[in-house]
T-cell receptor, first 110, second 115 residues
Framework: DAKTTQPNSMESNEEEPVHLPCNHS???????IHWYRQLPSQGPEYVIH???SNVNNRMASLAIAEDRKSSTLILHRATLRDAAVYYC???????????FGEGTQLTVNP | ETGVTQTPRHLVMGMTNKKSLKCEQH?????MYWYKQSAKKPLELMFV???????ENNSVPSRFSPECPNSSHLFLHLHTLQPEDSALYLC??????????????FGQGTRLTVV
């Protein structure tokens, strides 16, 4: 599995945007970029995914670099409920497995 | 509510006990997974089942025995565990194949303590 690199932790203030970076320099052409997050005492939950183009959904936006070697998850207005560990994961088009790294612990300050 | 239900939520067992973890998904998915999350460590994939058949076993010790009687149910049978097996055990499901994409849905996990 291609590896991703994320900062161990980040902090944000409530109602401000948050940009969570992820490096994946060994990404292959068939790898999708997925983001999951894990709130305290919960299982991980899906946030967003993309291949080449930027993506938006009700939870977040995903900005993908033109060379696909990095991506950024954008939370437009952080809330206290967004405090979680955010995982950036590469997954093959046809593969079923998700391989989790250590993720980024996001702290949101009131 | 994610559509994936795990029971029990908490379990304390002795090293000589036998217990089972249960997972049920109500999403119509064809793949199910067991993950282990130890303190301060990333989630580790343990087993993968596609269409009730085990397709992946990531060198998991034989004291962990999975069972998938149908596409909606997944069990993890536990026997003669060690204290270092104490962890959060997470079940997930997804739809694989068919050309489309669905994300994985996780249960809330079973917090296992081995004493």
């Amino acid at each position: 599995d291609a590896k991703t690199t994320q900062p161990n932790s980040m902090e944000s203030n409530e109602e401000e945007p948050v940009h969570l970076p992820c490096n994946h320099s060994t990404i292959s052409g068939t790898d999708y970029i997925h983001w999951y997050r894990q709130l305290p005492s919960q299982g991980p939950e899906y946030v967003i995914h993309g291949l080449t183009s930027n993506v938006n959904n009700r939870m977040a936006s995903l900005a993908i670099a033109e060379d696909r070697k990095s991506s950024t998850l954008i939370l437009h207005r952080a809330t206290l409920r967004d405090a979680a560990v955010y995982y950036c994961i590469l997954k093959e088009t046809s593969g079923s497995r998700l391989t989790f790294g250590e993720g980024t612990q996001l702290t949101v300050n009131p | 509510e994610t559509g994936v239900t795990q029971t029990p939520r908490h379990l304390v067992m002795g090293m000589t006990n036998k217990k089972s973890l249960k997972c049920e998904q109500h999403l119509g998915h064809n793949a199910m997974y067991w993950y282990k999350q130890s303190a301060k460590k990333p989630l580790e994939l343990m087993f993968v089942y596609n269409f009730k058949e085990q397709t992946e076993n990531n060198s998991v010790p034989s004291r962990f025995s999975p069972e998938c009687p149908n596409s909606s149910h997944l069990f993890l049978h536990l026997h003669t565990l060690q204290p270092e097996d104490s962890a959060l055990y997470l079940c997930a499901s997804s739809q694989v194949g068919g050309g489309g994409y669905t994300e994985a849905f996780f249960g809330q996990g079973t917090r296992l303590t081995v004493v």
